[in-house]
């Protein structure tokens, strides 16, 4: 085997087992969180010293070495960072990093529901909405596509803490919540916000937008433009005024970093194998707008992983 090529089989040899042993970054990042870590380094309100740590993990000083290492891992995959102290005999310290900040339990926008479904997947709706309190940072990103509307109706809103905020933010906005009829049972609005049990391929209240936030990506082709005429009825009495607002991905692999890729990707393999569903690239989406009769749309791409897409009829 000549240099080339030794090289290239050392980094295939590399990829594949960093591909293997990748199934442990979930399994760790479990695992902190039923340790709580994330918590603790938040309620000591600056970094914690691996020492302190051990201390309130109430792990015995032997296993010192378990700890440290387990946190050298996750701060590798950018779950926590590590500080270095120039005084105290180079003694370690950890803070919390972006992505472990939505970890922290009293956090607004905590999102361990959704890591938790990886070993319980009962409890989907609490799971939903723990995502769903991110749209306030949507909403204020992007009043312009609300404030115009006096109605909204939420297909597929599970339990109303999308439309919450949606009311919460636009105080003139009326907002339904249609879910199927065992999901919204029960459940209380107010004299903005109703709940309407009924199956979005039968029918959908009259609005001036229909919202479909993580909806579409269950379905496949057929019933994605099935769902969206249903859609397109809801809002015809507006005219060209009425709108659908979409937020689901959007895959770019020529675009996005390799983290965001990795992420719609992902989803898109959850998605196939849960639902026959998918994540679709803009001329995908194209074509089901096409197929559903509607004329232009207009993506926004500045939401994270999910992109937030107007489709006009
Ligand atoms: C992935 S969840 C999204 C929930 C919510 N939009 C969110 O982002 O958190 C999909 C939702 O569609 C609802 N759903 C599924 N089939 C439906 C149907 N035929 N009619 C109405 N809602 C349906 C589910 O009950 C669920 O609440
Ligand atoms: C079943 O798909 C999985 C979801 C999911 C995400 C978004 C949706 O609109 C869904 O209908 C389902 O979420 C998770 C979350 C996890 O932590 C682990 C998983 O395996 C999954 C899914 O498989």
Redesign the pocket.
């Given at each position: 085997m000549d240099n080339q090529n030794a090289i290239e089989f050392f980094e295939g040899q590399n990829l594949l087992y960093m591909q293997i042993f990748g199934n442990l970054r979930p399994v760790c990042l479990m695992w902190a969180c039923e340790l709580g870590i994330p918590d603790i380094i938040s309620n000591h309100g600056k970094p914690i010293t691996l020492l302190e740590l051990v201390s309130a993990l109430q792990i015995p000083p032997s296993k010192v070495g378990f700890v440290k290492r387990f946190m050298r891992f996750l701060a590798h995959n950018r779950i926590f960072d590590i500080h270095e102290s120039q005084e105290d005999h180079h003694e370690l310290a950890y803070a919390l990093t972006p992505a472990s900040k939505l970890l922290v339990n009293d956090s607004i926008h905590c999102l361990s529901p959704m890591l938790q479904f990886m070993t319980d997947p009962c409890n989907?709706?609490l799971v939903?909405?723990s995502?769903?309190r991110m749209v306030d940072l949507v909403l204020k990103n992007c009043t312009s596509i609300f404030e115009e509307l006096d109605s909204i109706v939420?297909?597929?809103?599970?339990?109303g803490?999308?439309a919450r905020i949606i009311c919460e933010t636009f105080p003139k906005l009326k907002c339904v919540v249609?879910?199927?009829p065992h999901?919204v049972a029960n459940l209380t609005g107010s004299n903005r916000l109703s709940f309407v049990g009924?199956?979005?391929?039968?029918s959908i209240p009259q609005a001036d937008a229909v919202?479909?936030?993580?909806?579409l990506?269950?379905w496949n082709e057929e019933n994605c433009i099935k769902i969206l005429k249903r859609c397109k009825d809801s809002i015809s009495s507006k005219g060209n005024r009425g709108k659908i607002i979409i937020?689901d991905a959007v895959i770019n692999e020529k675009l996005d970093d390799q983290d965001k890729t990795q992420t719609k990707l992902c989803m898109d393999i959850a998605m196939m194998i849960a639902f026959n569903g998918n994540e679709r690239t803009e001329e995908e989406w194209k074509q089901l707008f096409i197929g559903a009769g509607f004329q232009h749309y207009k993506i926004y791409h500045t939401f994270g992983f999910r992109s937030l897409i107007e489709v006009y009829p």
């Open positions: 989907f709706f939903m909405a995502d769903s939420d297909v597929g809103g599970g339990t803490t999308t249609l879910d199927l999901v009924s199956d979005m391929f039968k919202l479909l936030k993580w909806v990506h269950d937020i």
